[in-house]
């Protein structure tokens, strides 16, 4: 047997051998980093949610979960709106100027915080400590709320109280207003929460 001979068979025994260490290495590399991967559970708890609000009357809020959550959407009456402007000299910020990147988007930085004056879409999260108001859209005198009352929410944990807008009322243990998550019409009656066109 001749020296090129034993040199051919170890390459190729070391190549074949390579081979098979680099096939396993493979196989148990390949269910590690699909560990990284986010689950289903993960994605669509982050995914953008599709709502139908056809049936939704004046004066009805329907409460969709978006990442977790609650999220508002509420058909405000021709009087619910005109009582936003008697409002903000009673509000700690009308106009929605504290933290407009964070809690307001651009589209919805107005006195109804919304794109459709009649639908406001909010988060319903209060500001001060994660409890979720109750909704108090009857007006007038009632318990825990003013006599002028023009309707809102309340927040039975330490009482803060948002108006129709979600604009927190001053003095109040809430230090923002309710935060206007992301969204568009995808049609007159079809919104999408979580998403806007600029995204």
């Known amino acids: 047997m001749s020296d090129t001979q034993v040199d051919t068979s170890k390459r190729t025994w070391i190549i ?16 590690f980093v699909s560990t990284f991967q986010p689950s289903e559970r993960a994605k669509a708890a982050g995914a953008a949610v599709e709502v139908d609000i056809s049936a939704l009357k004046a004066g009805e809020m329907t409460t969709v979960e978006w990442r977790g959550k609650p999220v ?18 009673q509000l700690a910020d009308p106009k929605s100027e504290r933290k407009p990147s964070e ?22 999260i209060c500001s ?4 979720s108001p109750s909704e108090k859209f009857k007006m007038g005198a009632q318990p825990s709320l003013p006599d002028d009352w023009a309707g809102g929410f309340l ?45």
């Open 128 to 131: 001060h400590l994660g409890c």
């Open 72 to 89: 508002w959407i509420v058909k405000r009456t021709p009087e619910q709106l005109a009582a936003l402007s008697k409002n903000d000299s």
């Open 155 to 199: 927040c039975p944990c330490h009482g803060s109280t948002f108006d129709m807008a979600g604009r927190v009322f001053k003095n109040k243990p809430a230090p923002d207003n309710l935060e206007v998550p992301p969204h568009y019409y995808m049609s007159d009656t079809r919104l999408l929460i979580g998403e806007d066109k600029k995204a």
């Open 16 to 31: 074949a051998t390579g081979c098979a260490g680099a096939v396993g290495g493979a196989a148990v590399a390949v269910p």
């Open 103 to 124: 809690l307001t988007p651009p589209y919805a930085r107005n006195e109804a915080r919304s794109i459709k004056p009649e639908v406001l879409v909010a988060v319903g």
